[in-house]
């Protein structure tokens, strides 16, 4: 069975500081996704991440894909109180047409 | 542009009573998602449709049905609405062929609460 974890799952942090969100899932999947997600609101693509040693980064937030170690980070750099929302990573599941969500990220950034 | 669109956003059930949960995309996917979310909780797959006329459970089926008539619609009907499906439910449609290569793409929504 497909898992896919996330943590930390809760992540307070000031702002300027810098800190990374681990996403280990535990299957041959080469293909990673990232979400935002605001209180009560839906799901934000952010990155598709589609061969292992893939980057993307888009404004303070960089996300990359190890998949030979199963991992993908987003790395969050002179965090602002804007990108305090939950992040969540998903995989494709090899062999169906199915998604796996991790458990996400709830990020709260101080001021 | 519309993209995914989800009604009503809103809904307070009675216990027992039946509704359907409509979901429409205008970006020709074929494949189509009903997900669940409960309060501080990730998404649980309910059920998925490749195609036209063809679905498929997920992780959490029981207690609802989908059809798939159209490429457009995906309708989510719960029979006999119990407390524990009172949840936060999205539709989301990802793009033809290599399906993997594009994320998916959600709608708002429907909050639904069974009471």
């Known amino acids: 069975e497909l898992k896919v974890e996330q943590n930390p799952l809760f992540l307070s942090m000031q702002e300027g500081k810098n800190y990374t969100i681990y996403c280990n899932y535990s299957t041959t999947s080469d293909r990673l996704y990232w979400y935002r997600q605001d209180p009560g609101k839906s799901l934000e693509s952010l990155f598709v991440?589609?061969?292992?040693?893939a980057v993307k980064q888009e404004g303070r937030l960089m996300a990359s894909l190890d998949t030979k170690a199963r991992l993908s980070t987003l790395h969050i750099t002179a965090a602002v109180h804007d990108l305090s929302a939950t992040y969540f990573c998903?995989?494709?599941?090899?062999?169906?047409?199915?998604?796996?969500f991790g458990t996400g990220t709830r990020l709260k950034v101080l001021a | 542009n519309a993209g995914v669109t989800q009604t009503p956003k809103f809904r307070i059930l009675k216990i027992g009573q039946s509704m359907t949960l409509q979901c429409t995309q205008d970006?020709?996917?074929?494949?189509m998602y009903w997900y669940r979310q409960d309060p501080g909780m990730g998404l649980k797959l309910i059920y998925y449709?490749?195609?036209?006329?063809?679905?498929d459970k997920g992780e959490v089926p029981n207690g609802y049905n989908v059809s798939r008539s159209t490429t457009e619609d995906f309708p989510l009907r719960l029979e006999l609405a119990a407390p524990s499906q009172t949840s936060v439910y999205f539709c989301?449609?990802?793009?033809?062929?290599?399906?993997?290569?594009?994320?998916?793409?959600f709608g708002d929504g429907t909050r639904l609460s069974i009471l």
């Open positions: 449709s490749v195609g036209a006329g063809i679905t």
């Open positions: 989301a449609s990802s793009y033809p062929g290599d399906y993997s290569n594009q994320p998916q793409h």
């Open positions: 998903a995989v494709d599941d090899p062999g169906t047409y199915k998604y796996i």
């Open positions: 991440l589609l061969s292992n040693g």
């Open positions: 970006m020709n996917h074929n494949y």
